[in-house]
């Protein structure tokens, strides 16, 4: 599962070939959740203040997760995106 970013503890990934609808996985301490990229629905735990830099971070960023879902789905490579400042 290929890192996309990591900013303030929290570790984002995409698998490639994975199942709809376009997602994340984001790890931030002992907690796991996958992030639904067009609404931010949250499937999982994870705790307040982790949620809020991941929404954050997923707003400025979404067009990038989009083109990474669409070339992890033809297993082509996933680009780095810039952390949160």
Not at 7 to 22: A, E, L, R, S, W
Not at 36 to 48: D, F, S
Request: glycine share 4%.
């Amino acid at each position: 599962m290929p890192t996309l970013s990591s900013f303030y503890g929290i570790k984002i990934t995409m698998n490639y070939n994975d199942h709809n609808p376009p997602h994340i996985h984001a790890e931030y301490q002992d907690y796991e959740a996958v992030i639904m990229i067009h609404t931010g629905e949250v499937c999982g735990q994870m705790p307040k203040r982790g949620l809020n830099l991941i929404w954050e971070w997923l707003d400025l960023h979404q067009s990038e997760l989009l083109e990474n879902w669409e070339n992890a789905r033809q297993r082509k490579p996933l680009n780095r995106i810039d952390p949160l400042p």
